[in-house]
């Protein structure tokens, strides 16, 4: 009944979706195409397994779970769907043709029965968060065996869902096995009524992230070709409007003591690029586009407008703040940064990835401001301190190294569904 009520509910707020869908549209080019897709009008080859892995981030740790699955399982037709332009990129650049890709549809009934009945595929894995009633429901009525892997629930997000117990639980009990990262999201799970045989505590796949040699010496190139190999360089990654003025500010505070310093700036959506540069130039700042590749001597900021480059942007830099923290967003992933043997900043407002924040913090790794003041201070501290900034990197690389093996632990029970 209350999955109904939902379904009725999404109905009348189609118009408000179709407008949201134009609106993402006028600004960004990349929503222009495709809309089929969102309603499951597109045409699509049978599978056997499906892949949900949204936006950027997760399918940015979906990839090395897929690759893992296509070498175990040659002969396996898999489709990856995702809901932004920026995970359909990714997916793109992974694997080309050598997946069935497409957006998944909204959640409206008659879409996602209309892609199912397609697709027809015999397993799903959904990636961290992205679970929809509607999608979950039917299904499971096909009898497709669903798995949520490197699974995430947030004390918030917990909340949430037990504020609607007659949609959500229901929801989580069609799922066959649940790959979460942490003992408390698999208590969480547990206390809607997820079946404890159910969950595995696996960690995050995000640990396992390899990076190559070669990228990690491009983006040394990077840096001793903008002449930058003393000075303070930082970057501020994955950053939404409402943080753009704290993190300039922040950047002008670490000028006043190195005038050198340069500051990395990549915000979240593309469609924010503009929104960035207009700030900047109204702060008074020499801008230089990544996409130009024109940096010169007075450059005090690089934006970061090109795709698929965030990571190497931060093996050129010394220190990391990573965005969605300084507003109610959540935050991003922290350990890309970390990786690359950066000191990381992040502001209060990190629920998404509050365990592997306090594993980085708890190591030296990690230091949490409150605000763009705080921020230019806890920059220039570090860089003050060769010391404390080196010791801070090794720190962050070893957390990362410590916790290794999820993506072993997740691929043994995607073994285990796919039977």
């Known amino acids: 009944m209350h999955r109904i009520l939902y379904s009725a509910l999404l109905y009348l707020l189609s118009p408000l979706i179709v407008l949201y869908l134009a609106f993402r549209a006028l600004k960004s080019a990349d929503y222009r195409g495709r809309w089929g897709e969102r309603f499951g009008c597109h045409r699509l080859e049978k599978t056997d397994l499906l892949v949900h892995s949204v936006s950027m981030g997760e399918t940015l740790a979906a990839i090395p779970l897929i690759r893992r699955i296509q070498a175990a399982y040659p002969g396996l037709h898999i489709t990856v769907t995702t809901t932004s332009p920026t995970g359909s990129a990714e997916v793109l650049k992974a694997f080309g043709d050598a997946v069935q890709h497409c957006y998944l549809p909204l959640d409206f009934p008659m879409s996602v029965r209309r892609f199912l009945t397609q697709l027809q595929p015999k397993h799903c894995i959904i990636m961290e968060t992205e679970l929809w009633p509607n999608l979950l429901h039917h299904a499971a009525k096909a009898g497709v065996k669903l798995m949520l892997a490197n699974g995430r629930l947030s004390a918030k997000s917990a909340r949430r869902y037990q504020s609607w117990p007659g949609l959500n639980c229901p929801m989580l009990q069609t799922l066959d096995l649940l790959a979460v990262q942490t003992r408390a999201e698999a208590e969480r799970f547990e206390a809607l009524g997820v079946a404890a045989g159910k969950l595995h505590v696996c960690g995050s796949v995000k640990f396992d992230i390899q990076i190559p040699e070669e990228q990690r010496a491009r983006a040394l190139a990077w840096r001793q070709s903008w002449g930058r190999q003393t000075a303070p360089v930082w970057v501020a990654g994955s950053v939404h409007p409402g943080e753009f003025e704290a993190v300039l500010s922040a950047h002008k505070h670490l000028l006043s003591v190195w005038p050198e310093a340069l500051l990395i700036l990549v915000p979240r959506h593309p469609e924010q690029f ?130 290794r093996g999820a993506l072993d632990k997740q691929f043994a029970l995607v073994a285990a569904l796919i039977g």
């Open 274 to 403: 503009e929104a960035a540069a207009e700030k900047i130039r109204q702060m008074g700042l020499e801008l230089t586009r990544r996409s130009r590749q024109q940096m010169t001597a007075g450059t005090q900021v690089l934006l970061g407008d090109t795709m698929g480059e965030l990571l190497s942007l931060y093996g050129a830099a010394d220190q990391a703040f990573v965005g969605g923290t300084l507003i109610a967003n959540g935050g991003h992933n922290p350990l890309e940064p970390a990786a690359m043997g950066l000191a990381v900043l992040m502001g209060p407002n990190h629920w998404d990835f509050a365990e592997i924040t306090c594993l980085l913090h708890a190591a030296g790794a990690l230091r949490l401001v409150d605000s763009g003041e705080e921020l230019g201070q806890a920059l220039q501290a570090y860089f003050a301190e060769p010391g404390a900034l080196k010791q801070a990197s090794r720190a962050a690389m070893e957390v990362v190294s410590h916790n």
